[in-house]
């Protein structure tokens, strides 16, 4: 029985055996159900409700606080008359999604802001432990703890209601469907930020799996969990946390050495998350979009948007940017526009000046990028040379964010640069290399297979695919051989966790 107990210490997540046998038992009951649209969706939904609740324990209440707004409010879209009433509707579900965010995100931000403009001593107070203690809980009242993927699914809520009120989608009277949408167990906590539009018709249709559909489930999960947790989580402990909380202690080529390591710890972490979601929604049945894109190939900063973390930047665009007037008035507009959608992007990422100033530096580049569009630089970055240049400068200077994203300060990313820049240390390469030779090998042999050629990305990925059966399970076992032998010590929480 205490496997159904929620325990903070055992969260439900992709890199935890629980995991695994939670999904075991969950596809031996699918396959009683799966060919039955309705109960296909209710024992999902169930599963799904578990699976947050195990991951999040009384948050799961928000959840289903936001299921029932979105469904209740939306679905009166259309019956409204009057065009008034519809905006009244949209701004109701609206501001409830955003004031719940804001609560848990920005509270302290407020708090804090108050009290210096004020000179007062406001302090923070949960609501929602309190209301929870009330019923017989014993959680602290005097912190707000983000709950996991609180961002994602109330961001599905938005699409769902701004789509509704667009005509671009017709409100479903099915409870159980809407609720499957926002609460869908595989990209529930971390995306991809999926659209109803393209969800929601799989609910209404027959289950189909193909063979090569089955392998490349498989392939994804499994190249999900190797990023996870041979590359990003080996990484992360052996170097980059170490450099990052102290850049002081070493030298200005190990902290170079730490941005390299960060750049492709959050890649692999994030996309290995979304590469698992991916491939177990394929094996229950349901496709979900792309997520990334080879983002460290990009030739510019706006190819690497259409690259990186694309379910977000898609739904700023469609929901934020073109809104705001996108690039219909005028340049000086434009220029506005972009940069309002990357700075609340940034503070999507969390309520502090480090993931602002994050959003700045790629709102800026955006911009930049756009002037350049029409000039003879541009026709210059368009050769075979120059689009390899793109390249290597696209990617230093997403590194070069990357440092304010992940560094505790704005002080602490201070420091890093001035290592860099005074105290690199290259005499003193041999040593650095011989000290860190285990990680900077798999940084090499992430970045070397991250770098390969689309086609033979591919062509590695299809024979997986075509690979008899026994030797697909071979492959798997020695995968998992590898992860142990490599895994560190203690469950890693997946980055976009907090976000």
Known sequence: MEFFRYTDTNPLIFTNISFWLFFAVLLVGYSLVYKRQTARSVYLLIFSLFFYYKTSGPFCILLLFSIAAGYAITLQIPRCRSQRGKKWLLAVNVSLCLLLLSYFKYTYLVVDALNAILGANIQVTNYLALFANMLGGHFDASQILLPVGISFYLFQSISYTVDVYRQKLAPTRNFVDFALYVSFFPQLVAGPIVRAAEFMPQTTSDYHLTRREFGHAIFLILTGLLKKMVVSDYISIN??????????????????????GYALQIYCDFSGYTDIAIGLALLLGFRLCTNFNSPYKAMSISDFWRRWHISLSSWLRDYLYIPLGGNRHGRIRTVVDLMITMLLGGLWHGANLRFILWGGIHGMALVAHKGLAKSRWATVMSGPWGRRLGVVLTFHLV????????ADSITSAGLMLEQIATHFGGASIPDIVQAHLPVLAIMLCGYVAHWLPN????????????????????????????????????LQPFIYFKF
């Open 399 to 406: 590194c070069f964010a990357w440092i304010f994203f992940r």
């Open 455 to 490: 086609s033979l990305q591919e062509t590695i990925r299809g024979r997986f695919i075509d690979t008899p059966v026994v030797l697909k399970l071979l492959i798997v076992l020695l995968a998992v051989l590898l992860i142990v032998q490599t895994s560190t010590m203690g």
């Open 239 to 260: 170097m980059v946390d170490r450099v990052f909380d102290n850049p002081l202690l070493h030298s200005g080529l190990e902290n170079l050495l730490a941005i390299y």
